[in-house]
């Protein structure tokens, strides 16, 4: 069965405190990688899409890397106005039928001044 | 940029009665379309996807005469939660996928919160 597992589920760092989130997938046929910010009440904000293992995305303060079982949103001296919850989702298939995205639960970023 | 608009961002409704969620491309029209259900502090969870002209391929559990969803145009879809109760209660988000190949970055409207009371 197709799945996304983000750690940590919450995660509370200083401000200028670097760390990192995880999004592993055990998924037959990965097409992509998907990362999203959620603030609350609103839909979740593209970020990154990765498509192969080694590739690596900039934003910012943000890093998406991607190896064959997980990714990983390194994020470098965030600031209190990247406290969000971040969603890793995986679109996961053969053939070019299906669209789904398979979301982890997120992982909830605080980052105190 | 792509944007999708949701409407409204929150509403409050008596249970058994019906609550319309629209779900607009504003500058790209889509083909293809998805409703997703969070929970606090869960996923998203996939409810359907619709293609405009034609029926909505719903996820196993979810109710399709509960969940009405009509995709009439490429620009709009609209998801109608009839005879709504308590249990309705959540975020939902729709999902547009543009219509040119190639782009999988499809966007997200920015989210419905429905309150049944």
Redesign the interface.
Known sequence: EDQ?TQSPEALRLQEGESSSLNCSYTVSGL??L?W?RQDP??????LF?LYSAGEEKEKERLKATLTKKESFLHITAPKPEDSATY?C?V?AGYGGAT???I????TLLAVQP | GAVVSQHPSWVICKSGTSVKIECRSLDFQATTMFWYRQFPKQSLMLMATSNEGSKATYEQGVEKDKFLINHASLTLSTLTVTSAHPEDSSFYICRAKPQRAGRAEADFGSGTRLTVV
């Open positions: 996304v097409r992509g998907f999203y009440g609103k839909g979740p904000e593209f899409t969603l989702a679109l669209n789904k995205l979301f982890g639960t997120g």
